[in-house]
């Protein structure tokens, strides 16, 4: 079968389409039939060698897949073949035309959700809801979403009002994404392509403070973030690092204005963000999140969504279609 191998560590350049043996299920696994790979944004860290590989290179890349399921393994329900589903992998192996993966992981795909929306929307939505349920929010915040025109940031913008927040102060990377954010329900968005942004969201407040940060920028602007933050209730949720570096705060930090910062990742994060996949693709189907799909590519074109995302050009999902489908 087809199927884009990563053979090293380094650029998107290490992403090369070949030829690889069909995998077949064993106990608990199944195989499904590939329609939509989402390209991620962590996948674009694993390869340049910022997170660990699961396994050396050479390896069959990608972490997720929605498609059909044409095969099962040992003690996994033969009603399954034919059913639409997403799945996530072990770490390996979705950017293929046949994907392997744990039945547990695999989510029928609503009716009327199309399988690249499936696709497209798994990931950011996911950890959007368990983020914006931490926040606790009132119906009284004033919140900030950083990134807020795509990924996980698209979602929170969409969703913030409904689960509390008042006014919504996005950051966004150029003039095209900051229409797209408005879009999405911010009320107000800054340029994070401004290196003194933090300054402009100052200025953006006036007299008002921030309730809650949603973090994926991390780096060290964060601290300067915390200036803008309502004393004593003031709370940064920290899920990214988009600049390189998580969140640059200390302990002193926090304490010398009464926040809270929450590290949102971890297995037991990792638990929540999965329990909320059925409800995502929910919501996406019925029309309460947006999935967001930017452009479908072929799978053989890998290596250049990779560099798209690395570019921070697309406004939504890249999804990457294996070429067989259209034959």
Known sequence: MKAIVMTGIGGPEVLVAGEVPAPRPGPGELVIRAEAIPVLFPETMLRSGQFPTPIEPPLVFGFQAAGVVVEVGEGVAAELIGERVVVETTGFGSYAELVCAPAGSALRIPDGLSVADAASVLMSGSVALPLLETAAMTGTETVLIEAAATGV?????????????????????????????????????????????????????????????????????????????????????????????????????????????????????????????????????????DALVDAILPLSEASKAHQLVEDRSPIGKIILRPESLDA
């Open 153 to 289: 940031g698209s979602a929170l913008t969409q969703l913030a009002k409904e689960y509390g927040a008042a006014r919504v102060i996005a950051t966004a990377g150029g003039t095209e994404k900051a229409a797209r954010a408005r879009d999405l329900g911010a009320d107000e968005v800054i340029d994070h392509n401004d290196p003194h942004w933090p300054s402009r969201l100052r200025e953006a407040l006036g007299d008002a403070t921030i309730d809650v940060v949603f973090d994926s920028i991390g780096g060290s602007t964060a601290v300067d973030v915390l200036a803008t933050m309502t004393p004593l209730r003031g709370r940064m949720l920290s899920y990214g690092w988009l600049s390189g570096a998580p969140a640059q705060v200390g302990v002193a930090d926090l304490l010398s204005r009464g926040l809270t910062l929450t590290g949102c990742a971890g297995p037991d994060w990792l638990a929540r963000v999965a329990k909320a996949r059925t409800a995502t693709l929910e919501r996406a189907a019925s029309g309460t999140l």
